[in-house]
């Protein structure tokens, strides 16, 4: 029983990981000494293994009538029980704290931002150590890393996909002859922002939505969340690489942790949305798992100084100041589509702060996710 909760735990750490931007899943179930055990689980996820588990194992015998080896010596075997310990304690955490992040990229998005650019920062550094060897020609593959992510950084502005998506619900109301509800919006001196919509005439608040659909995302929406889960979860079993951090360089952190936090409305939204990206993340995990031991193997030193880059490069992507615009967007809720007036949103353009007051919180946030790191690289020194 102590080897089962020790795992389930485990598998909390890692889901803490996972949804703090910087710090590799990864990366914690090696200093565990996981890593090798979960990849060869997750590789067991097959065809061939999974009807050996229905068969039967081979070559039983029988002992006092009864059978030596069972269903779950053969699922053991396989791995399949330590692995759904570690996603029970990974899904746990990820749950628990997704209101948790929700809330500080809306209240402190930059003492937030500065927070994972410290993690980032020292990550970089500490990623280097993996190399077997330091060769000048990794300077190509660093490179290589480092332009993609900043490309994709550039490619990807989060105020564009609003804005689309606002364009798609105003046509919806003008094909339907429909005006949508105002609401206001509040912004905070930090350059965050929170929706309230305004109550009914009537003064009561608004019926429950529990089980209810409102069409809150589109399909391509939906496609897109299940790419990207299926990217992020190929990251988060990369040692160095942070799946979080794919998502934000895809734009689709948010969606998800508020989706993940929305779940307690029992929105069926929330809920199709969740089993898109779930979807995406089984597929990616079991296709990209086996491409790992055949990259590693042939190509080690190359694929980690591109995942150094990627993770470099990332660091423009994690800026903490960033351009904020003001338009009027059109937003899909629980209650219908609504007209939000002055939205503040955010851009992918970095800028120097707008203020002096906020330099010192964001160093100070800063040096704490490097705090963090350090320690975090100690103690894995000590485990090896």
Same mark, same amino acid.
């Given at each position: 029983?102590?080897?089962?909760?020790?795992?389930?735990?485990?598998?909390?750490?890692?889901?803490?990981?996972?949804?703090?931007?910087?710090?590799?899943?990864?990366?914690?179930?090696?200093?565990?000494?996981?890593?090798?055990?979960?990849?060869?689980?997750?590789?067991?996820?097959?065809?061939?293994?999974?009807?050996?588990?229905?068969?039967?194992?081979?070559?039983?015998?029988?002992?006092?009538?009864?059978?030596?080896?069972?269903?779950?010596?053969?699922?053991?075997?396989?791995?399949?029980?330590?692995?759904?310990?570690?996603?029970?304690?990974?899904?746990?955490?990820?749950?628990?704290?997704?209101?948790?992040?929700?809330?500080?990229?809306?209240?402190h998005f930059s003492n937030t931002f500065a927070f994972f650019f410290g993690l980032i920062a020292v990550s970089t550094v500490l990623s280097i150590k993996m190399l077997n060897k330091v060769k000048p020609f990794l300077i190509v593959h660093f490179l290589i890393g480092a332009a993609i992510t900043v490309g994709v950084t550039l490619a990807v502005n989060p105020a564009d996909n609003v804005q689309k998506k606002s364009n798609y619900y105003e046509s919806v109301i003008k094909d339907n002859g429909k005006g949508g509800q105002s609401s206001t919006k509040s912004v905070d001196n930090k350059g965050s922002s929170a929706v309230s919509a305004k109550k009914g005439d009537s003064?009561?608040?608004?019926?429950?939505?529990?089980?209810?659909?409102?069409?809150?995302?589109?399909?391509?929406?939906?496609?897109?969340?299940?790419?990207?889960?299926?990217?992020? &979860?190929?990251?988060?079993? *990369?040692?160095?690489?942070? +799946?979080?951090?794919?998502? !934000?360089? %895809?734009?689709? $952190?948010?969606?998800?942790?508020?989706?993940?936090?929305?779940?307690?409305?029992?929105?069926?939204?929330?809920?199709?949305?969740?089993?898109?990206?779930?979807?995406?993340?089984?597929?990616?995990?079991?296709?990209?798992?086996?491409?790992?031991?055949?990259?590693?193997?042939?190509?080690?030193?190359?694929?980690?100084?591109?995942?150094?880059?990627?993770?470099?490069?990332?660091?423009?992507?994690?800026?903490?100041?960033?351009?904020?615009?003001?338009?009027?967007?059109?937003?899909?809720?629980?209650?219908?589509?609504?007209?939000?007036?002055?939205?503040?949103?955010?851009?992918?353009?970095?800028?120097?702060?707008?203020?002096?007051?906020? &330099?010192?919180?964001?160093? *100070?946030?800063?040096?704490? +996710?490097?705090?963090?790191? !350090?320690? %975090?690289?100690? $103690?894995?020194?000590?485990?090896?």
């Open positions: 029983m102590f080897v089962w909760v020790k795992e389930i735990f485990s598998g909390f750490v890692v889901g803490i990981a996972n949804i703090i931007p910087g710090v590799s899943g990864g990366t914690l179930l090696f200093l565990l000494g996981l890593y090798e055990r979960t990849i060869n689980a997750i590789n067991n996820v097959k065809p061939s293994a999974l009807l050996t588990l229905l068969r039967g194992s081979r070559g039983k015998t029988r002992v006092s009538g009864l059978r030596r080896n069972t269903f779950m010596d053969e699922a053991n075997v396989l791995g399949f029980p330590f692995l759904a310990r570690l996603l029970i304690g990974a899904g746990a955490a990820i749950l628990f704290l997704s209101g948790l992040m929700k809330y500080l990229l809306d209240k003064g009561h608040a608004a019926p429950s939505q529990r089980f209810k659909y409102a069409g809150r995302y589109t399909p391509k929406e939906m496609a897109f969340g299940a790419l990207a889960g299926a990217i992020a &979860i190929s990251a988060m079993i *990369l040692p160095g690489l942070s +799946g979080s951090l794919v998502l !934000i360089l %895809l734009g689709q $952190y948010y969606e998800i942790i508020s989706a993940i936090s929305g779940l307690k409305s029992l929105q069926l939204d929330y809920i199709a949305f969740l089993t898109a990206v779930g979807m995406g993340m089984l597929f990616g995990i079991l296709a990209f798992a086996r491409v790992i031991k055949f990259v590693f193997e042939r190509f080690y030193n190359g694929t980690i100084a591109v995942l150094i880059g990627l993770t470099a490069g990332s660091l423009y992507a994690l800026w903490p100041f960033k351009k904020f615009v003001e338009m009027e967007l059109y937003t899909k809720g629980a209650d219908g589509i609504t007209l939000v007036k002055d939205a503040v949103v955010q851009t992918n353009a970095n800028i120097l702060p707008p203020n002096t007051q906020l &330099i010192l919180p964001a160093l *100070l946030f800063c040096a704490l +996710g490097v705090g963090i790191m !350090i320690v %975090l690289d100690r $103690y894995g020194a000590e485990k090896t």
